[in-house]
């Protein structure tokens, strides 16, 4: 159990289109999913955290305009990249928190790889 | 600054020996700690965590290990096999906010058969 997917994988756009990748636990309710970036041989870096039925809390410096994040159901939250520029193509990966139980692991999905030219 | 550091960026073991994977922190606050696991263009893979009234866990061939006076933890995994052979990133969260979870830089670990 505790399966999380992202859509799309991988995704080429140009510069200044805007593109949505989403995540969905599949077998559990997450009331809570995070978002993260990581650049080339970095490490994870948090960009907001995402609540069902309330705002994303974002971390300092992620610009909340341009990185919209919807969490619509108990399974499903969405990443708007707008008006992507190249500086914005990184590996995006998403994960989930159980909404029961005391555990605090997080279960990632597969990431997305986004690039803009 | 980086408040979950992996000093070794990579690391060669045998077939069969132990695999020693270290971590260090910064922040004090920290008070649970996890060790995920992640394959190339793969999500991150939670394998083991550790919460700061404990020294020590174990999960079959994985136990951690936790020295808060130090602030140093450490993985094993004995024996080490093959399919072992990816990048283990130690995480730690703060009491206040345990949803926060700071990565280090990750230690990539090749067992060779």
């Known amino acids: 159990g505790a399966v999380v997917s992202q859509h799309p994988s991988r995704v080429i756009c140009k510069s200044g289109t805007s593109v949505k990748i989403e995540c969905r636990s599949l077998?559990?309710?997450?009331?809570?999913m995070f978002w993260y970036r990581q650049f080339p041989k970095q490490s994870l870096m948090l960009m907001a955290t995402s609540n069902e039925g309330s705002k994303a809390t974002y971390e300092q410096g992620v610009e909340k305009d341009k990185f919209l994040i919807n969490h619509a159901s108990l399974t499903l939250s969405t990443l708007t990249v707008t008006s992507a520029h190249p500086e914005d193509s990184s590996f995006y990966i998403c994960s989930a928190r159980r909404s029961y139980g005391t555990a605090y692991e997080q279960y990632f999905g597969p990431g997305t790889r986004l690039t803009v030219t | 600054d980086q408040q979950v550091k992996q000093n070794s960026p990579s690391l060669s073991v045998q077939e069969g020996r132990i695999s020693i994977l270290n971590c260090d922190y910064t922040n004090s606050m920290f008070d649970y700690f996890l060790w995920y696991k992640k394959y190339p263009a793969e999500g991150p893979t939670f394998l083991i965590s550790?919460?700061?009234?404990?020294d020590k866990n174990e999960d079959g061939r994985f136990t951690v290990f936790l020295n808060k006076s130090a602030k140093h933890l450490s993985l094993h995994i004995v024996p080490s096999q093959p399919g072992d052979s990816a990048v283990y990133f130690c995480?730690?969260?703060?009491?206040?906010?345990?949803?926060?979870?700071?990565f280090g830089p990750g230690t990539s670990l090749s067992v060779i058969p």
């Open positions: 550790i919460s700061s009234i404990k």
């Open positions: 077998d559990f309710q997450a009331t809570t």
């Open positions: 995480a730690a969260s703060p009491k206040t906010s345990y949803d926060k979870v700071i």
